[in-house]
Nanobody, 117 residues
Framework: QVQLVESGGALVQPGGSLRLSCVTS????????MAWFRQAPGKGREWVAG????????YYSNSVKGRFSISKDNTRNTVYLQMNNLKPDDTAVYYC??????????WGQGTQVTVSS
């Protein structure tokens, strides 16, 4: 079955950087479109960034464009999210899942990112 394990979250000061990782298993990673989502306290889950499995083209929400970068390593079945110039509004639990298709029901536990001075 599909397994998604996110890591890399931490407490960071505004303007700082973090790199999140999502190790996956249970499906053919190389051809899959993958995405990062986040859920802030008291809010719904929102899409942040996506990468196509076919050509590695990337897509970003307006709130993170120019600051975040999504990438994937097919040899490690892992998708990454490099986050730069972090802001307090980026505080959330971050998850990975499929992009463009219906998300898998089996979400991972997520990884907490807190941006605060």
């Amino acid at each position: 079955q599909v397994q998604l394990v996110e890591s890399g979250g931490a407490l960071v000061q505004p303007g700082g950087s973090l790199r999140l990782s999502c190790v996956t298993s249970g499906f053919t990673f190389g051809s899959e479109h993958m995405a990062w989502f986040r859920q802030a306290p008291g809010k719904g889950r929102e899409w942040v960034a996506g990468i196509k499995g076919t050509d590695n083209s990337t897509y970003y929400s307006n709130s993170v464009k120019g600051r975040f970068s999504i990438s994937k390593d097919n040899t490690r079945n892992t998708v990454y999210l490099q986050m730069n110039n972090l802001k307090p509004d980026d505080t959330a639990v971050y998850y990975c899942n499929r992009f463009l298709l219906r998300p898998w029901e089996a979400w991972g536990q997520g990884t907490q990112v807190t941006v605060s001075s």
